[in-house]
């Protein structure tokens, strides 16, 4: 059971804007930044999102972040065949430990 | 450039002792402010953070998990060796190492850097 509750899964069809939800609490999301991971079939974890908006370079500007209160999203516009992965939401709680959403597997129909 | 590799092995019997190497270049763990850390993957399953170590050798574990983890470095080696006691099926998993930045305007840090993974198997 993971602190940080997201979706099992989402979907959209191509071109569309999708979002994913990640809801925690007042210790972690409600405190803390969020940060979200995108992890593509078979590979590691890619850093997608940090301090709730922030795109490391190299991230399209199709992706995007928020965070409100004590839950965050993900939004990804112009959706393409390539995003269809599992995202993950992160946060540090107020124990400085690292927390994780369950996962929210894309499928781009 | 940074990376990082994990290496340990890939089967270990219920009961014992899993020692896990991380193998990490591009940034030395005796700068201020940089950390190396452990999260792993069960096969289909959500990821778990496990632990992390900083240059200062403070340390950090999941409350879950503290009795049974060890994380230590090797400043000269540029290495990161985490321990972890009385393995079980459960913890069949993949293990990543991964480099946490610091973001000074939120005062966060996140695993900006993720080594490939190692999959551990605990059966007898």
């Known amino acids: 059971q993971s602190v940080l509750t997201q979706p099992p899964s989402a979907s959209g069809t191509p071109g569309q804007r999708v979002t994913i939800s990640c809801s925690g609490s007042s210790s972690n999301i409600g405190s803390n930044t969020v940060n979200w991971y995108q992890q593509l079939p078979g590979t590691a974890p890619k850093l997608l999102i940090y301090s709730n908006n922030q795109r490391p370079s190299g991230v399209p500007d199709r992706f995007s972040g928020s965070k409100s209160g004590t839950s965050a999203s993900l939004a990804i516009s112009g959706l393409q065949s390539e995003d269809e992965a599992d995202y993950y939401c992160a946060a540090w709680d107020d124990s400085l430990n690292c927390v994780f959403g369950g996962g929210t597997k894309l499928t781009v129909l | 450039q940074i990376t990082l590799k994990e290496s340990g092995p890939t089967l270990v019997k219920p009961t014992q002792t899993l020692t896990l190497t991380c193998t990490f270049s591009g940034f030395s763990l005796s700068t201020s402010g940089v950390g190396v850390g452990w999260i792993r993957q069960p096969p289909g399953k959500a990821l778990e953070w496990l632990a992390l170590?900083?240059?200062?050798?403070?340390?950090r574990y999941s409350p879950s998990l503290k009795s049974r983890l060890t994380i230590t470095k090797d400043t000269s080696k540029n290495q990161v060796v985490l321990t972890m006691t009385n393995m079980d099926p459960v913890d069949t998993a993949t293990y990543y190492c991964?480099?946490?930045?610091?973001?000074?305007?939120?005062?966060?840090?996140?695993?900006?850097?993720w080594g490939q993974g190692t999959l551990v198997t605990v059966s007898s």
């Open positions: 170590i900083y240059w200062n050798d403070d340390k």
């Open positions: 991964a480099h946490p930045d610091y973001d000074f305007w939120s005062g966060q840090h996140y695993f900006d850097y």
